[in-house]
C-alpha cells in the first residue's frame, strides 16, 4: 500500500511547471495554432452559449494535457463521473488508464447517481483538497455555480480566492455561459484572465460551423491563430478545419 502511494501521482505533492503545460496531440494541430503550451499560473476562461462547444473543448484540453503528463482535475457540474468517462470514450479519448494511474481524477456534483449535492457552491469546491494536488483544474460549468448578485467587496474576494489558487503554479480553467452569470463578474473574470476563449457558431450552407476565437493568450509558447474552426467526428475526436483557421 504504501509503495502504491509513493506512485500516485496524485498523492505526491504538486510541482510547478515554469514553462507550461503542453497539451499537443498527434490526431490534431490544435496546439500548433495555439500557442504550443497553456501557461501556468494561469486563469482560462472558455466562454460560449448552451451547444457552443464548451465541453468538447475542455475535454480535448483535459486528454491533450494528461497525454502529455500533466495532472488534471475536471470538475462536472453537467455530468455524472460515468457520464464524463463515456462521453470522452465516444469522442476517442480513452481516459480509463489516466484515471488508474493518477493523471486524471474527475469529480462530479452528481456523483455517480442524477441526484446533485445541495448546496455546493464555486466558493465550496475550489477548497477541495484535490485542487492543491493538480497542476490544471478544469470546472464546466463554473457558471452554473457562480454566486449571485455580488457586490464589490465579495466580487474582490472570490477573484482573489482565484488567483491563490493559481499562486502556486497550477492553473484553473473555467468553463462559462455568460447567460448564467453576473455581468460584472464575467467582466471581472475576462479582465483578470491569462487565456479568454471564446466559442463560435454559425449556421453556413446548412451546416453548423463552430470557431474558436482567440480573444487573450498571455506567455504563449508558439504561433497563436485569431480563430480556429473546429469539428468533432466519432471515435476521431477533436479535428481542426484548416480552412477555416485564420
Not at 498527434?26 to 457552443?52: C, F, K
Not at 481516459?95 to 455517480?112: N, P
Not at 449571485?148 to 473555467?174: P, T, V
Amino acid at each position: 500500500m504504501d509503495d502504491y502511494i509513493k506512485e500516485d501521482p496524485f498523492l505526491t505533492a504538486h510541482k510547478p511547471k515554469e514553462d507550461g503545460f503542453p497539451y499537443e496531440l498527434e490526431t490534431d494541430s490544435l496546439a500548433d495554432s495555439m500557442g504550443l503550451r497553456l501557461p501556468n499560473r494561469s486563469l482560462y476562461v472558455l466562454q460560449g452559449a448552451v451547444g457552443g462547444g464548451k465541453s468538447l473543448i475542455s475535454q480535448r484540453l483535459a486528454f491533450g494535457l494528461c497525454e502529455n503528463g500533466v495532472k488534471v482535475l475536471v470538475i462536472t457540474t453537467e455530468l455524472t463521473t460515468r457520464g464524463w468517462v463515456e462521453q470522452m470514450e465516444s469522442i476517442g479519448y480513452g481516459v480509463t488508464d489516466a484515471i488508474r494511474e493518477g493523471r486524471l481524477l474527475v469529480f462530479s456534483r452528481f456523483g455517480t447517481i442524477a441526484e446533485p449535492v445541495p448546496d455546493i457552491g464555486l466558493q465550496e469546491l475550489l477548497q477541495s483538497e484535490a485542487i492543491e494536488l493538480a497542476d490544471v483544474v478544469i470546472i464546466d460549468a463554473a457558471s452554473s455555480i457562480m454566486p449571485d448578485d455580488l457586490d464589490d467587496k465579495s466580487r474582490f474576494q472570490l477573484m482573489q480566492q482565484l488567483r491563490q489558487i493559481c499562486s502556486s503554479g497550477r492553473s484553473l480553467m473555467l468553463c462559462v455561459d455568460p447567460e448564467e452569470m453576473d455581468h460584472k463578474l464575467m467582466h471581472t473574470l475576462r479582465a483578470s484572465s491569462e487565456v479568454v476563449l471564446d466559442l463560435e457558431t454559425a449556421m453556413i450552407g446548412g451546416e453548423i460551423k463552430r470557431n474558436i476565437v482567440i480573444t487573450r493568450f498571455l506567455r504563449a509558447a508558439g504561433p497563436i491563430q485569431t480563430s480556429i474552426g473546429w469539428r468533432v467526428e466519432p471515435s476521431m475526436g477533436f479535428i481542426v478545419d484548416i480552412t477555416a483557421v485564420s
